[in-house]
């Protein structure tokens, strides 16, 4: 059918756009959401760059009005307000011009909080992929490649990690180290590697009996190397949709535990803990709970679409 | 055919190599709990017994790390705990009322297995169908629009789902109750608290559900339409059969592929009740972890942790059980990757 395949099209580049600009005004977020302004020319002709340089900016009041009227030009970022500012006569404002999706119970800038929040939510997602990815191709490596006791032992110890339900692991290992976006990275990334190292330890173990890892054996070259520089390279394509379900698999991950209070802790913003607070103040403030979620949804159906159409990529160039 | 005393070792098999990853289930457990900075004793007096006299303090320090086996090497530690363990003997929780691990855990384990089993459930009841129909129409608009439906529902993430479903059916049109398992000032076991306890279930066991259903429909439709590829369906289809045949057989195969999904179901159902029971007030053990994780319960999170982990061993270990009753063909000696 025509016209659902071209609203389903329409509909994926919709969503890519509105990810890209999300990852996009994550990575910008100090220049995109900042209540120091981007340039100033004073009146006496000096330039100045407060929101690079991080200089003293009043936050509101009759100070910044000064401030302002001392300039001969001033250019503020899109969103006038720093993740962390609370302005006290806006508490709990619906979204308006000033504030494009409203405010907190304790007057910030929810498009603030949440652009910033996307640095953490997609930092933290990014560095326990990585993490995943390393951990599941060393060690399945290792065992499809290294086989016999090496891979029975591996095996058991894939066999352990995937037996906790996906939360109950990183929560475990939350109740007994200090929390902190690195060790949440980390929490995540150690808590999820095993899909990886089912991909790679199987796939290892149907290449590794062809002809160029046994030429690359006779000519006398270290199991590593030839790991690293034969096997691997045939390997990787097998990980790439795995890895972009991993991904959103990290993210989503980051704002459940964050959601329930026990991932990144306030004040630092992140998507989870935003949506969090939306419970407390459901009655009065509905875009608490709406564009967190928004922003998550965005960035995990762009995300499974990747896998999607690197799985159907990726197929085509097998069968050709 | 395989000869009975085949299968029998099979399944023993399956059942011992369970039974050792469950070992190496509470050596991790145990392991994490040992490679933690900073000591649970400790932690606990600075949280709960702040105001006590240094005398006391200490006393009761001392009584803790004996209590907790502390004052042992690790892997006595560890074979205490595992003796412990197997004797269902869980210790005593951390937290302020210092009551025992395995009252706790009983007390709250009804919640959850009603929650958990009436969203299994729902699973089922919904996507099974819905995989079917799509599978049925494959490349036709209702599978289309159905897939392309379901790639959305993935990617909304379940606890949003439930925050505006909470904002929509409790907060604004008042058709649900926005949290906990019951009502105050109702009879226990009356027929108004059941159905109270009914209501304050809907939300939460939909969205728990909710949060498989894409997974397990696409899966599903994946399987029958593989199967409804095999060369036999094809052969029965060039005899003629009735649709309705074709639909029996076609399901009779898929069965076998489904049967370990329900073991991946009941897994992500752990892991979504952790969140969806904090979400609800509801009383059950995803709520009892999270309370634990907050207050460095290590007795309560270790016995939590473990637990769910044999909770998901045994669901596949049955999940086997039930593969090898109801395929025929699986061949037992071979080895399995």
Redesign the interface.
């Known amino acids: 059918m025509r016209p659902a395949g071209t609203l389903r099209t329409l509909a994926t580049r919709v969503l890519a756009l509105a990810a890209a600009t999300l990852a996009l005004g994550a990575l910008a977020a100090p220049l995109a959401a900042n209540h120091r302004p981007l340039v100033t020319i004073s009146s006496v002709g000096e330039w100045s760059w407060p929101a690079f340089t991080g200089t003293y900016w009043p936050a509101s009041g009759v100070e910044r009005q000064d401030m302002e009227t001392a300039q001969e030009f001033l250019l503020y970022p899109p969103i006038r307000f720093s993740p962390e500012l609370q302005v006290r006569s806006d508490r709990l404002e619906s979204p308006s011009r000033a504030h494009l999706l409203g405010t907190d119970h304790l007057g910030r800038d929810l498009a603030s909080r949440l652009l910033y929040g996307g640095r953490v939510s997609l930092g933290v997602g990014l560095l326990a992929t990585l993490i995943a990815l390393v951990l599941g191709i060393t060690l399945g490596g290792l065992a499809g490649f290294g086989g016999g006791w090496a891979d029975l032992l591996l095996s058991r110890v894939i066999e352990i990690f995937s037996a906790f339900p996906s939360l109950l692991l990183a929560l475990t290992m939350i109740a007994f180290f200090p929390p902190g976006v690195l060790m949440l990275a980390t929490i995540i990334g150690l808590s999820a590697w095993t899909s990886i190292a089912r991909h790679v330890r199987a796939e290892a173990l149907r290449q590794r009996e062809r002809g160029f890892v046994e030429s690359a054996r006779a000519s006398g070259l270290r199991g590593s190397r030839i790991f690293l520089r034969h096997l691997l390279p045939h390997i990787l394509y097998v990980i790439v949709v795995p890895a972009a379900f991993l991904f959103s698999g990290a993210i989503l991950a980051e704002a459940a535990l964050s959601f329930i209070g026990l991932g990144v802790a306030e004040p630092s913003p992140s998507w989870g803990g935003v949506l969090a607070l939306a419970r407390s103040y459901l009655r009065e403030a509905w875009w608490l709970a709406l564009f967190p979620g928004l922003c998550l949804f965005v960035t995990l159906s762009a995300s499974n679409q990747l896998g999607e159409r690197l799985r159907t990529a990726l197929g085509q160039a097998r069968e050709r | 055919m395989p000869r009975r005393s085949e299968r029998a070792l099979y399944l023993w098999r399956r059942f011992l ?1 369970g039974m ?3 070992a ?2 509470t ?3 145990f392991t ?2 040992h ?4 000591d649970p004793v400790t932690l606990y007096l600075d949280v709960h017994a702040a105001e006590l006299s240094l005398e006391a303090r200490e006393a009761l320090r001392s009584e803790l790390t004996r209590e907790l086996g502390l004052d042992r090497s690790l892997p006595e530690q560890y074979a205490c705990w595992m003796a412990d363990l197997c004797r269902l003997d869980l210790g005593r929780s951390l937290a302020p009322d210092r009551r025992k691990v395995s009252r706790k855990i009983l007390e709250r384990l009804p919640g959850t297995l009603l929650l958990g089993s009436a969203s299994l459930f729902l699973v089922f009841a919904v996507s099974l169908p819905l995989g079917l129909l799509f599978a049925r129409h494959q490349g ?2 209702p599978d ?2 159905g897939c ?1 439906f379901l ?2 529902l ?4 379940y ?3 439930a ?2 479903a ?2 929509a059916l409790s ?1 604004k049109l008042g058709w649900l109750p926005f949290g906990g398992s019951a009502s105050f000032g109702l009879d226990q076991g009356s027929l108004a608290s059941a159905g109270e306890r009914l209501l304050h279930m809907i939300l939460p066991a939909s969205l728990l559900a909710y949060g498989s259903l894409a997974f397990v429909a696409r899966f599903t439709r994946g399987v029958v339409l593989e199967s409804a590829g095999q060369t036999c369906v094809a052969l029965a289809r060039a005899h003629g059969l009735p649709g309705r045949k074709l639909l029996t057989r076609t399901l009779r195969m898929s069965i076998l592929a489904l049967i370990p999904l329900g073991a991946t179901a009941l ?2 159902i ?2 979504g009740s ?2 969806i029971e ?2 609800f007030s509801w009383p059950g053990l995803g709520q009892l ?2 309370e ?3 207050g ?3 007795p309560l ?2 016995a939590l ?1 473990a637990l ?2 044999l909770i ?2 045994a669901s596949h270990f049955a999940a086997d059980l039930a593969m090898a009753w109801a395929d025929p063909r699986i061949s037992f000696g071979a080895k399995r ?1």
């Not at chain 2, 490679?35 to 900073?38: D, F, I, K, N, S």
């Not at chain 2, 993935?154 to 993430?157: D, E, F, L, M, T």
Request: charged letters at 10%; hydrophobic letters at 60%.
């Open positions: 190599l050792l990853t469950f190496g289930v050596g991790l457990v994490i709990g490679l933690a900075p900073g036709q608009w289309r629009l392309a790639d959305l993935y990617a909304a993430p606890f949003w789902v925050v505006l909470q904002y907060v897994s992500g752990l892991a952790i969140v904090t979400l972890f999270v634990a994780v907050r460095r319960d290590y999170v270790q942790s769910s982990a998901v061993l990757s």
